[in-house]
């Protein structure tokens, strides 16, 4: 099997069932206590900017965007991404992220977030933000905080609280 091979959509609500099943997969029940997941638990994700990869009509990754401000600056939080391990290491990760990015930058979104590995997201675009500059609730490693600045945004000069963008 290729790339090739696979069909990506924009989510829909159709989609919420396998995306809950490949993210308990990925992640377990310990993605509930996440920094991240706590911002996600602010406010509904953006699902015009989150994208599914299906395999002869089966869900077999996701990724999702969440509108968040990271202080002043109105963005978006990438994730969760997650791969059915039956479909791993064929590049439909990678391939999502690329999708959710070019949306992300064509709607105006400035920067996307996240909280990952660098060696993985490095490649597609993103880097290290300043170390204790941002905060999430709930303890992060702020070296797995990085940033994709699709705009006029310089990645040190953020700062101030990540937090859902419908938070009041």
Known sequence: ????????????????????HINEEAFGPGRFVRSSERVREQGPHDRRLSFVAADRGEVIASVRMTP?????VAGH????????PSHKNLGIGRELVRIAL?????????????????????????????PGALTMPGPFDP??????????????????????????
């Open 1 to 20: 099997m290729s790339i090739h091979d696979l069909v990506f959509l924009t989510e829909d609500a159709s989609h919420d069932a396998a995306i809950n």
């Open 68 to 72: 968040i401000l990271a202080g002043t």
């Open 77 to 84: 939080l990438l994730g969760p991404l997650a791969v059915r």
């Open 102 to 130: 070019a949306a992300a930058k064509k709607s105006g979104s400035p920067v996307v977030l996240l909280v990952g590995d660098p060696p993985y997201y490095a490649p597609l675009g993103f880097k290290p933000t300043k």
């Open 143 to 168: 070296h797995r905080l990085l940033v994709a600045c699709l705009g006029d945004v310089d990645a040190m000069a953020l700062e101030g609280e990540i937090r859902h963008r419908d938070l009041v």
